[in-house]
């Protein structure tokens, strides 16, 4: 698998020389391979919506460079043009930027500005739409007549139907419920199983991280504090408190019983993993 | 014990001409004085709807709200009620209006006509209460989201409401913006006395609860407390709500024990790892 994303010493502040100068990511130096799922987690106000805003050069570094494929994407305005296509960026509640009067034209409008013919668009928008789950028949309603989840699904359709090579979603569960939820990720996974597009997804729910991703970035603080596979992540359940992010409950559950002195592995964070372990556990001790 | 919101029969349907799309179904509920309800429900089950009729935001298409005794359909009682029960909505963005946090808090006393140095100290009073007397003089847009949100339930406290509904007031807000507003509303309900309702989906927040009342389709399929309502899994999962994991793997492991807390499941499993 090929390097696709490159930060190389990458910082960016806010309102430099203003009396509200803040640098929001410090010094990142991240690589991203072809077909990754990487979940970037950290709390509000740790830098993970300004990193992924530098994925596809909608800001500049203040310092440091962002290659695709190699390619320095802040060279001009056409490489910044091509990181916008190579890299599709789904923000928080994109739901709200709905605006066509058709689920269709809606969809159709990011290939459209890519200048490909009417028939590849045409294309596009239907395998987008049955790659998130939306029938023929929604194709031609109004965006506005659609239910939160439905909205939300057609809007990253919007993204997919550019067939980005890297696919960054910003908190795409936000404000739905834990059906609403799962839907969105099993419609993630399954896109990423299909076509091995890089998937970069930015959460604060260890569980949805631990769940989706084969690595995790946790980002504190303006910069990475751990780096690695949710095993290796959750190992360091001290420093991840300490960073205000939470580890799921059952993880937090192994760790107590550690504490009382069972013999019990912490970097468990499934369900599955958790009943595996303490049947095990049990016919050793019984 | 005294009941402060009571629905009869509370049915809501948002269109006319749908008469069949019912959001709420002859919901019939007490809500006693003191008590900490969370109501939870899938998107779109009708908890929200549920929660706009506590204050009269909306009024039931057939059925009755009391909150305090007074009818909401009378709009001559709007005023007491909404005096009464305050409201804080998911997104602390669309709660604040004025540009200096006290000022903010200020907002719901001075239309109430609350005289200025009355209105001083009430302000300063709740924002001790949610823990942002140091930012009163801030401008809310430059605090955090769970800052921003106990700046929302200050403004609404300043009102001295007995009743505050909740709807999602974390939803929005990372895991430390979710704890700071959790236990300043748990801090409310035991120190103030305030009866809060809760709508949420969050699992945690729910076992926190002293009553949970789940709500599906519009109807209500169970009330009790979290150990009562916890212990039909099944059924939850079944309308798209899940359990907490400390609940979930003394299940998988066929234990009938419910868990609420982290130390009381570990307490659970330590018997069971010794047979």
Redesign the interface.
Known sequence: MGEILKLENVSYTYGAGTPFEKTAVKDINLTFNSGDFVAIIG???SGKSTLVQHFNALLPPTSGTVYINGEDINQSAATRRAARFACGLVFQYPEYQLFEETVFLDIAYGPKNMGLSEIEVKRRVLAAAEAVGIDALTLEKSPFDL???QKRRVAIAGIIAMEPEILVLDEPM???????RDEILDMIKNYHDKHKTTIILVT?SMEDAARMANRIVVMCDSSVLLDGTPGEIFARHDLLTKS???V???T??LI??KN?G?DVDTSVYT?EG??EQ??K??GK?? | MEKVIRTEKLTFTYSAEEARSFALRKVSLDIEKGTFVAVL????SGKSTFAKHLNGILLPSEGKVYSFGFDTSDPENLINIRRNVGMVF?NPDNQLVATVVEEDVAFAPENMGVPSDEIRSRVDDVLKTVGMEKFKKHAPHML???QKQRIAIAGILAMEPNVLVMD?PT???????RKEVMATIHRLNKEKGITVILIT?HM?EAAQADRIVVINAGQVTHDGTPREVFAHRKELLDI???V???V??LD??GLKDVALS??E??DI??K????
């Open positions: 709390h509000t106000g239910s939160g989840g936000a404000g739905l419920d834990p059906k609403g604060h205000g992010l939470d799921p409950q059952i937090s559950v107590e019983l009382r069972y369900i958790a009943k303490l049947m556990l049990r001790l019984c | 429900g899938h998107n779109g998911q955090s989201g769970g999602e939803a929005m807000l990372d895991p430390v913006g989906h945690d798209g709500l899940a907490p994991q400390t979930e793997i998988e492991l982290v130390d499941c570990c499993l330590e069971y790892l010794k047979g």
